[in-house]
């Protein structure tokens, strides 16, 4: 006999620590002030508070950054700026990216259970997202994010 039960994916929370909060804002705002010169000084610390966040699913990171619209607007400078968003995204060659990130939880078939959830929470449509994650096109929905939540009618309803 076959059974019915169907085990769901545990529920994904957009909750984490202060010092979680605190990490993410330090690593934003430190690639976002940094210059060419300085970046590469500032690798080891990078490195560091990366590390703290690999706990999280992608998605917390994303919902902590784009909910706050200093750290959407600091995010969207270091994605316009091409080694900036290299250095994010595909890491420094001694440690991955947040695009490494992102492809493990795709290829473990751990993103597409909490779009639903990952959308409603930043206010935009899932079939919007849910196009960058089938693409992998992940700098672009970064990018779209950003913009789209930078609008004056999203601030106010996310902050």
Known sequence: MKSSLSISP???SFDCSPVDRQHIRDLIST??????LTLGLK???LIAIGSTLNHLHPFTFIHVAMSNSELREKIERIFKHSIKRT???NGNGITEGFK???DREKANKNLEPHLKKFSHSLHVQEKEIASFIQASAWNDMFLHLCQKMNKPSRQSSLE
Do not use: E
């Open 10 to 12: 545990p529920q994904l």
């Open 31 to 36: 690639l976002d002030n940094a210059n060419l």
């Open 43 to 45: 690798a080891p610390a």
């Open 87 to 89: 250095v994010f995204m």
């Open 100 to 102: 490494h990130r992102l």
